[in-house]
């Protein structure tokens, strides 16, 4: 099981340095059997048939991580941590079409689509390296220019028609690079480098009020930028072992899932107060949001399966089985499909809502 872990653990440390050595698997499952379905509880009986749809799989590069959807073509885009490919999904037919292969460990992704540009923060390929931040034309997935971090990329984000990149100092770097780089999405130049808490890992945007919520993973604070000036507004206390973020456009929440624990802290950002938790599996990180069901999707690393919440009652209405050491979720709204990276055996889980 410790192995498992430390495979899973992979996707956060190649943010650090390079890899070189292959990391050895042993995935310990939980399994039920179906056949024993007629003497369950009635209650995992209603929970079975709940399930619209049993999750496909898709093959794609060693680790994967993160994935977004390419809203001009319906692409879904798969970054491989580590494999330092991309895997491009045709999202219609469910099958990879295209492989980019890159000179960088690629660990977050980001998609704008006003100017069709994918955004890939990457982590050097060799420790005390400089990380990368790749701007890839959607149209024609060639990389159009490569960006040098002083630090290690840990996320991006498109808002605003900006790019925000999280990034922290590696082990032993004694320097202060805990920022947020602000790159103009049509000049394509860096306007800004925000400083913030310790280890910023990831943000979330708050349209309404112009304000950008970037977590920082060990000092479990929220910094709020004002997207206006690109300057910190205050910060207030997130709890601990925050593993992703996102925010809900629709009742204004942030949603902050607990990589350590087992639970999703509900947050007003405006007041800067936790409204409540949701328990969920062991190990959430990802989330991804479906505005048109109000649902909130929750990857559980540690105990492969996706939870889905109902933002309205901000309860569990479904748990849905998925590969092992499942990390990234992205909802694709031409089919109102889920699509979940599995780390631990190089898969995508697809599913209905």
Same mark, same amino acid.
């Given at each position: ?18 890899l ?6 042993v ?9 024993a379905?007629?003497g ?17 799989t ?22 491989n941590?580590?494999?330092d ?27 704008d689509p ?21 701007l890839?034309n959607?149209?024609?997935?060639h990389? $159009? ?10 996320? /991006? %984000?498109?808002?605003? =028609?900006h &790019?925000? @990149? ?7 770097d ?17 306007v ?12 979330a ?25 690109q ?9 601990s ?25 509900v ?12 328990a ?6 990802? $989330? ?10 929750v /990857? %559980?690393?540690?105990? =492969?399966? &996706?939870? @889905? ?14 590969g ?25 889980s697809?599913f209905?809502?």
């Amino acid at each position: 099981m410790a192995n498992y872990h430390q495979r899973i653990a992979r996707v956060e440390t190649v943010r650090w340095k390079r890899l070189v050595a292959a990391v050895s698997i042993v995935t310990v499952l939980l399994v039920v059997p179906w056949g024993a379905v007629g003497g369950a509880s009635a209650a995992f009986a209603a929970a079975l048939t709940s399930r619209t749809h049993l999750p496909m799989t898709i093959t794609v590069g060693y680790i994967p991580a993160e994935s977004i959807v390419d809203s001009a073509n319906h692409d879904i885009y798969v970054v491989n941590a580590g494999s330092d490919t991309i895997s491009v999904i045709d999202g219609a037919a469910h099958r990879v079409v295209h492989t980019l292969r890159l000179h960088e460990a690629p660990n977050s992704i980001a998609y704008d689509p006003v100017h069709q540009i994918i955004y890939v923060a990457g982590s050097p390929t060799l420790e005390g390296g400089a990380g990368h931040f790749l701007l890839i034309n959607g149209r024609t997935n060639h990389v $159009e220019r490569s960006l040098s971090i002083d630090g290690y990329p840990t996320s /991006a %984000n498109y808002a605003a =028609d900006h &790019v925000y @990149v999280t990034y922290a100092p590696g082990p032993g770097d004694g320097t202060s690079h805990d920022h947020v780089m602000v790159v103009d999405a049509t000049s394509q130049q860096v306007v800004a480098r925000t400083l913030v808490g310790s280890y910023p890992c990831v943000s979330a945007y708050d349209q309404r009020n112009t304000k950008l919520y970037v977590a920082n993973c060990y000092s479990n604070t929220i910094s709020v930028i004002r997207t206006t000036d690109q300057r910190v507004a205050s910060t207030f206390s997130a709890g601990s072992g925050v593993g992703w973020m996102i925010f809900d456009d629709r009742d204004g929440d942030l949603y902050l899932a607990n990589y350590g624990g087992t639970t999703v802290t509900v947050v007003d950002p405006v007041a800067e107060q936790t409204l409540g938790q949701v328990a969920v599996g062991f190990g959430p990180r990802g $989330e991804a949001f479906d505005p048109l069901n109000d649902r909130l999707y929750v /990857a %559980n690393a540690g105990s =492969d399966t &996706v939870s @889905v919440i109902d933002a309205f009652t901000q309860s569990v209405v479904r748990t849905v089985n998925v590969g092992p050491g499942p990390l990234g979720v992205t909802f694709d709204p031409f089919d109102q499909e889920i699509y979940v990276t599995n780390a631990a055996t190089d898969t995508i889980s697809v599913f209905g809502t």
